[in-house]
């Protein structure tokens, strides 16, 4: 299974610590899930401003066709970010892309 992670939280303060723990836990989960099923994962873990290459958006600048289909072999995008940050915040665009 191949899993996109995306860091959205502030570099700084207790988002880290979050999503670090965020990340040992859907680690464990998956672990012993396809353990069974002999499975193996790849996790690619990205900031909210390093998701580039996984981006396809024909409306904005992410036009190009490659980055579609690197998104389009992705089993699951979870994405973890700051609860006091709206996901339509600004700074959150590349996250919030359609």
């Given at each position: 299974?191949?899993?996109?992670?995306?860091?959205?939280?502030?570099?700084?303060?207790?988002?880290?610590?979050?999503?670090?723990d965020?990340?040992?836990?859907?680690?464990?989960?998956?672990?012993?899930?396809?353990?069974?099923?002999?499975?193996?994962?790849?996790?690619?873990v990205?900031?909210k401003?390093?998701?580039?290459?996984?981006?396809?958006?024909?409306?904005?600048?992410?036009?190009?066709?490659?980055?579609?289909?690197?998104?389009?072999?992705?089993?699951?995008?979870?994405?973890?970010?700051?609860?006091?940050?709206?996901?339509?915040?600004?700074?959150?665009?590349k996250?919030?892309?359609?």
């Amino acid at each position: 299974m191949r899993i996109l992670i995306v860091n959205a939280h502030s570099s700084m303060g207790e988002g880290q610590k979050v999503f670090q723990d965020l990340l040992a836990s859907i680690k464990e989960i998956l672990k012993v899930h396809n353990g069974l099923l002999e499975i193996k994962d790849e996790y690619i873990v990205r900031t909210k401003d390093t998701i580039d290459d996984f981006l396809y958006d024909a409306a904005t600048s992410f036009s190009q066709a490659n980055p579609g289909r690197r998104f389009d072999s992705l089993d699951f995008v979870i994405v973890s970010g700051d609860l006091h940050i709206l996901p339509w915040h600004s700074s959150n665009f590349k996250v919030f892309i359609n």
